[in-house]
């Protein structure tokens, strides 16, 4: 029989957790196949690997005999998925909805479309992905370091050991962003753009002798937090950069707005945060208007040169709240992200 799903050795872990123990199955052409299993099984873990949606610490998926991870667009145009809540953009009609799906997963006929697949959430993966597009490409015009989470009640670390928020959110971008700066720098005008958020302005104040959140965590306490280190990060990466007198890669941030996505709404963040993200679904921006701020700071020849800002969804510098800012505080995050890394980067100040 032709085999459409083939997953072989399949293990996934979370620091000493492990979520997916070495696990084989199969399932052939014309089989309707349940995937049962008790809370906690691994089963959204297993569906997300075979989907290319997050990635495996060991072991193999094929999708009709293309691995998931070295081809995944090919493989995911023989993919159908549709999750618990699925993705909707409540601002198309149905048959729009489909016809930009049907293109999305057709568009690399015609596009010069690529992509590397790594878990953010592990610094051993993103320094493989690092190395193959180091590899691939003699440079690179702009990093938008956009992936990002807000993550339930529950406090968990990764595989590195650190609280998976801030690893997720601002350690990755980090270790990203100096890893493919080689390639960036390379760039008539290199852009590195980090991804912020205007609920920084609620941030609690940090403790930099509780980075694992020990003490004191929140699923959207941490979000918050998150976003405000990576606004630090930032100013400090625009330093960095002018010490190292590298002048044709910038790095700024900014936040776009209240998008109307699905994006924090799967995680459990306790009621009442969980109610107001369900009421502020109804005033949020489009996906487009959303998009806006990313699209200036990655094209417009008016922030050619400028480095270190905070931009507002409208494409204005705006003043980040500065509450709890120093620049000592700054260095404490800074020096904290590279002693983490330090296994896979080395960086001279």
């Known amino acids: 029989m032709t085999l459409l799903i083939e997953v072989k ?22 089989e309707i196949v349940g995937f049962l299993g008790p809370n906690g099984a691994g089963k959204t873990t297993t569906m997300n690997i075979i989907t290319g949606y997050i990635a495996q610490s060991s072991g193999e998926v094929l999708i009709n005999n293309t691995n998931i991870t070295d081809e995944p667009i090919k493989a995911k145009k023989n993919i159908g998925y549709l999750p618990d809540n699925p993705p909707l953009y409540p601002d198309m009609k149905v048959i729009e909805y489909l016809n930009f799906v049907c293109e999305i997963k057709s568009a690399n006929k015609d596009a010069d479309l690529d992509s590397a697949v790594a878990d953010l959430l592990s610094f051993k993966q993103i320094k493989v992905m690092c190395d193959v597009l180091l590899k691939k490409y003699d440079h690179l015009d702009v990093l938008l370091n956009n992936a990002g989470a807000v993550f339930d009640v529950e406090r968990k670390l990764t595989e590195d050991g650190e609280e998976r928020t801030f690893q997720l959110n601002v350690y990755a971008p980090f270790l990203l962003s100096h890893l493919l700066l080689p390639i960036i720098q390379k760039s008539k005008s290199g852009r590195i753009i980090f991804e912020g958020s205007a609920s920084h302005k609620v941030a609690r104040e940090p403790d930099f002798n509780d980075m694992k959140c020990e003490k004191e965590y929140g699923g959207q306490g941490n979000y918050n937090l998150s976003k405000l280190y990576l606004i630090w990060l930032m100013r400090h990466f625009a330093k960095y950069l002018k010490k190292k007198g590298i002048k044709n ?11 109307g996505t699905n994006f924090g709404h799967n995680a459990d963040k306790g009621f009442l945060v969980n109610m107001i993200y369900k009421i502020g679904w109804y005033f949020s921006d489009t996906i487009d208007k959303g998009a806006l701020s990313e699209v200036f700071l990655a094209t417009s020849p008016k922030v050619e040169g400028i480095s270190g800002k905070y ?23 800074w020096d904290y992200c590279v002693k983490i890394c330090k296994p896979y980067i080395t960086i001279e100040e």
């Not at 890669?249 to 998008?259: C, E, F, L, R, S």
């Not at 931009?311 to 995050?333: A, F, G, I, M, R």
């Open 9 to 30: 050795n399949l293990t996934k872990r979370y620091e000493k957790n492990i979520a997916l123990d070495n696990i084989n199955f199969v399932v052939n052409k014309n």
């Open 311 to 333: 931009y507002s969804n409208k494409c204005e510098v705006e003043e980040p709240k500065e509450k709890y800012y120093t620049e000592e505080n700054e260095k404490k995050l």
């Open 249 to 259: 890669v910038t790095a700024n941030a900014t936040h776009p707005g209240m998008v």
